[in-house]
């Protein structure tokens, strides 16, 4: 079997199955209970959300340890996918036993799920593909954001599967910021601008928040980061691309307004007055399931109408 770079075919033994879902909804119940069918049919243990119904007649255990899983099954949209793996990076793997990180199976039960590999109707078929090993695994860049505040200890730390955005939480001003790469004591400011904020995706983000403000699409198996200001009160300001190993360090000054910094629009951080935020490459990567034959760019055409 053909794959594409930075994707694989070796899913690894599965015996356990984990479920994450975004509700006690109809469309949720029935994705549920065909999983469970393909569950029970091949001997294999089930664990659901908190939050999830078990389905009828088979024994299902809470979902509470990630690592004990051997695949995650998002039941949702794009933001159940990206709950989900954060949920698989957060937990990372103390063993050592699983590189890069556990596989993700997107299951779409909402209108666009650009990251997700199946429709509702196909979840059951598209399970038994991962248990016979007939599908890729795509390896996905991270990012790690850790917050710093004006006495150079470490506040907070972040991760994404999509981006990092830095922007406003409280009125419609604009914010200054400054910009730098390189390691402490050797930055290389690349400059300030006055805007919105500034969106620090991954190449799989690069099709999200990052692309509607104007910023560059990237291949997914790519590693890097896309620097995206919002909004910028300059012409001169532009995205840019900058290699998987840099170091970004994001400062605002003269402000009065609130600071966040969001990840995957999931999680927020407020910032305080001279704070800085490190963003890097993140320790761990995300193994996401695609079947043979979806390719980026048909996903791009079919969902965001791509040179159509």
Not at 5 to 23: E, H, K, M
Request: with cysteine.
């Amino acid at each position: 079997m053909t794959t594409t770079p930075g994707a694989t075919t070796a899913t690894g033994p599965i015996r356990r199955i984990g479920l994450v879902g975004r509700g006690h909804t109809p469309e949720v119940t029935a994705a549920v209970q065909a999983v469970a069918e393909v569950v029970e049919r091949r001997g294999l243990e089930l664990e659901l959300e908190v939050g999830i119904p078990a389905p009828a007649g088979l024994a299902c255990r809470s979902l509470r340890q990630i690592p004990d899983v051997d695949l995650l099954v998002t039941l949702g949209g794009d933001g159940t996918l990206l709950r989900g793996a954060r949920m698989v990076m957060a937990a990372g793997d103390p063993a050592g036993t699983r590189e890069p990180g556990i596989p993700v199976l997107g299951v779409n039960l909402g209108h666009l799920g650009f990251l997700t590999a199946v429709g509702a109707e196909d979840a059951a078929t598209g399970l038994e593909a991962v248990l016979d090993g007939n599908v890729l695994l795509d390896d996905r860049f991270t990012l790690e954001g850790v917050v710093f505040g004006a006495d150079g200890r470490e506040r907070a730390r972040v991760q994404a599967l999509n981006d990092l955005v830095l922007h406003k939480g409280g009125v419609a001003r604009v914010v200054r910021l400054e910009m730098a790469v390189g390691p402490d004591g050797e930055l290389d400011s690349i400059g300030s601008f006055s805007g919105d904020g500034v969106i620090v995706s991954t190449p799989t983000g690069s099709t999200a928040y990052s692309l509607s403000a104007g910023g560059p699409v990237l291949f997914p198996s790519m590693d890097g980061l896309v620097v995206t200001p919002i909004s910028p009160h300059t012409m001169a300001m532009r995205p840019l691309v900058l290699p998987a190993e840099t170091r970004l360090t994001l400062h605002a000054f003269d402000r009065a307004e609130e600071l966040v910094i969001t990840a995957d629009g999931q999680e927020a951080v407020p910032l305080a007055p001279d704070d800085r935020v490190i963003v890097q490459k993140g320790a761990h990567r995300v193994r996401l399931v695609r079947f043979p034959g979806q390719t980026f760019f048909q996903t791009l055409r079919r969902k965001l109408n791509w040179a159509i």
